[in-house]
């Protein structure tokens, strides 16, 4: 199975911040890669597909990067709704797994 | 409007079955794979099954596998996920998911449904 490992598991941050979090796979994925936004109690929102395609409706803050084993999301300029927990995805390979996560706290 | 409705979660004791159901409309449902995704209680996102267009390919998590059995009935735009012999560690919000690209192309997962809890326990 190919692990994701998301780091950090935490991020304390400020409004207007620029941060980013990097997501490693344990084998290639080529570009197979998405990462997801979800609040508390609300299912996970779709924000980057194949590594670095912005989903429609997704402000432009949002960016991702990467192929192969390292990918990395930023938020260019942090907004009060952007503190949430994001989790990245690989759909390489089945069984289809996701990083443990990366919730981002406000500072 | 796409919208993925989930529904049968529930209270079921150790051993028991469950069959979760989820309503799909707003576009052609027998064009999409689907998926079932579980979130135990302060956990992370967890993959647990996977259906393709045409029924033809089906793949389980380690952990479900022999347990649980993903199927749809295009009839009733429905995805479901029978659940049999039910573990304590199966407690989770179960999200259905719809695959976001057609034919056998790999697809990341969207839309999601709103979930439906499923509790395991004596």
């Known amino acids: 199975d190919i692990q994701m490992t998301q780091s950090p598991s935490t991020l304390s941050a400020s409004v207007g911040d620029r941060v980013t979090i990097t997501c490693r796979a344990s084998q290639r994925i080529s570009t197979w890669l998405a990462w997801y936004q979800q609040k508390p109690g609300k299912a996970p929102k779709l924000l980057i597909y194949k590594a670095s395609s912005l989903e429609s409706g997704v402000p432009s803050r949002f960016s991702g990067s990467g192929s192969g084993t390292e990918f990395t999301l930023t938020i260019s300029s942090l907004q009060p709704d952007d503190f949430a927990t994001y989790y990245c995805?690989?759909?390489?390979?089945?069984?289809?797994?996701f990083g443990q996560g990366t919730k981002l706290e406000i500072k | 409007e796409v919208q993925l409705v989930e529904s049968g979660g529930g209270l079921v004791k150790p051993g028991g079955s469950l069959r979760l159901s989820c309503a799909a409309s707003g576009f052609t449902f027998s064009a999409y794979s689907f998926n079932w995704v579980r979130q135990a209680p302060g956990k992370g996102l967890e993959w647990v099954s996977s259906i393709s267009s045409s029924s033809s390919n089906l793949h389980y998590a380690d952990s479900v596998k022999g347990r649980f059995t993903i199927s749809r009935d295009s009839a009733k735009n429905s995805l479901y996920l029978q659940m049999n012999s039910l573990r304590a560690e199966d407690t989770a919000v179960y999200y259905c998911?719809?695959?976001?690209?057609?034919?056998?192309?790999?697809?990341?997962?969207?839309?999601w449904g709103q979930g439906t809890l499923v509790t395991v326990s004596s």
């Open positions: 995805q690989q759909f390489n390979t089945y069984p289809y797994t």
């Open positions: 998911a719809r695959g976001r690209t057609t034919g056998t192309t790999p697809s990341w997962f969207d839309p």
